[in-house]
């Protein structure tokens, strides 16, 4: 069985999972992976909260579960989809019976490298909303697209996985609106709450201060402030912070980059802030996480 996912999930108990694919990244994780899950999720030890460290796609086939997105409660059964980011706060999903999910997983980098076309006003309502419920037809071709999925990803083609996945990106994306006829517009606060994340996803390594994405949004900071604050229960600020901190552990765990090196990568002014940053969220210098984990991986 490949590691990353003894890693991912901190179990060896892979009876649960039909089958897993994957295409090693050019770091020391995945840049893809899909997969097939049927059963309950009490032999996978995640975390009660924790920050994904790849995008996540997933279709629920069969059975239902509770699951808590950025502190918001959703019901998911049969025919529904959901999609998380990196820097999304998640709560480890409860099955409420034996449950059935095709997930599909990347890396940032694959994301970048495939560089799907969405609007940012439909990135927010990602954001803001990252579940659906499908057709049963809609369901059932999103499963014929993992099945194809499995087996160019088996081959490991990676061009052909690439384009796959932009094509399965944009037919859900296609329907979305759709499959949620019912659904009200977004909120002002929704909307500028979606943008605000999504422009976090794509630029805290490189700017750390609020004011900078309020200027981007034509906002006050102040505005966006009290906005994100009221929508997601944590702060604007607190929110680039968890991104921030969700790519440090990433590269921490996952690379041989020196500390010096991750400083400058997620943009910090020098290798002391990023230890003082990095000391106040996780209570350990980054040198003593890396360590830590290193012997908890040989252990």
Request: with cysteine; glycine share 4%.
């Amino acid at each position: 069985m490949h590691p990353n996912y003894e890693n991912k999930y901190t179990t060896s108990d892979f009876s649960m999972f039909e089958w897993i694919s994957f295409i090693p990244g050019e770091r020391n994780y995945d840049a893809l992976s899909v997969m097939k899950f049927h059963g309950t999720m009490e032999k996978l030890a995640l975390p009660e909260y924790f920050f994904p460290s790849t995008y996540t796609l997933q279709i629920i086939t069969a059975g239902s579960m509770e699951a808590n997105i950025n502190n918001k409660e959703y019901t998911l059964e049969t025919n529904c989809g959901y999609f998380t980011s990196p820097d999304f706060l998640l709560k480890t999903p409860i099955p409420q019976t034996y449950i059935e999910i095709y997930i599909l997983s990347f890396s940032r980098e694959f994301m970048e490298e495939i560089s799907v076309p969405f609007s940012m006003s439909a990135v927010a309502q990602i954001y803001a909303r990252p579940t659906w419920r499908m057709s049963v037809e809609k369901t059932r071709r999103a499963v014929q697209y993992f099945e194809l999925l499995r087996e160019v990803v088996n081959d490991k083609n990676r061009a052909s996985a690439s384009a796959l996945v932009k094509s399965f990106l944009l037919y859900l994306a296609g329907n979305y609106s759709y499959d949620l006829p019912a659904a009200p517009q977004l909120s002002r606060n929704e909307e500028i709450t979606g943008r605000f994340l999504a422009l976090v996803d794509a630029n805290c390594e490189q700017h750390h201060a609020l004011d900078w994405y309020a200027s981007e949004l034509c906002l006050s900071t102040r505005y966006v402030a009290n906005t994100v604050k009221e929508t997601l229960g944590f702060t604007a600020s607190e929110a680039i912070e968890r991104a921030l901190m969700q790519r440090a552990r990433t590269l921490l765990t996952t690379t041989t980059l020196s500390v010096q090196q991750i400083a400058d990568t997620l943009g910090f002014q020098n290798q002391s802030h990023f230890g003082t940053f990095f000391r106040r969220h996780a209570g350990c210098s980054p040198r003593d996480f890396r360590q830590r984990r290193s012997d908890t991986g040989r252990g």
